[in-house]
């Protein structure tokens, strides 16, 4: 089974990813190594771009039928038989993002994205099988153990489950109006 790992910048992806697939006895993909491995995209400044069929087409010639635990933003382009959407309130992205030395402009996108669903959006539209998991308040491991149930209980689809308009006045001095 391949299990695509996706969301905003900062919201937990990599960390979240390689538990799963060790609980889980998957192999771990970090996808901008894999392109980059590959040869897939080009550098612009410090950032891959990366053509999202290239990247799908490929990543299915070499993993189509294993155990795969795909992480990264992009993750819900590929041929996945699960999505799991990592959702975490902007206000978190925007602190990890400021500590990471992100600039205003590219903080605020991604605070931006979080808060109107961009990722979520974008996989139901790629895929059926899609899982929104709010990361808020847990630790990775408790991340973890909520996919893990859902996985067991055999739950394909699951979204709709935050409203980040609540935190709408916390987050505007991020945005960039
Ligand atoms: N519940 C949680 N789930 C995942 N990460 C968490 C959680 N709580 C706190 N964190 C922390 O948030 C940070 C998220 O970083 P991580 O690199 O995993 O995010 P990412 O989504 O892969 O980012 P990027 O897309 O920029 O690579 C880590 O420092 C991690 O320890």
Known sequence: MIIAVTGTPGVGKTTVSKLLAERLGYEYVNLRDYAVERGIGEMKGDELEVEVDELAYNFERDFKGKNVVADGHL?????????????????????????RGYSREKLGENVEAELVDVILVEALEENENVIEVDTTGKTPEEVVEEILDLIRKGVKKRVGIVDWSKVYDEVLPYLRL
């Open 75 to 99: 993750s819900h382009f590929l041929n996945a038989d699960l999505v799991i959407v990592l959702r975490a309130n902007p206000k978190l992205i925007a602190e990890r993002l400021k500590e």
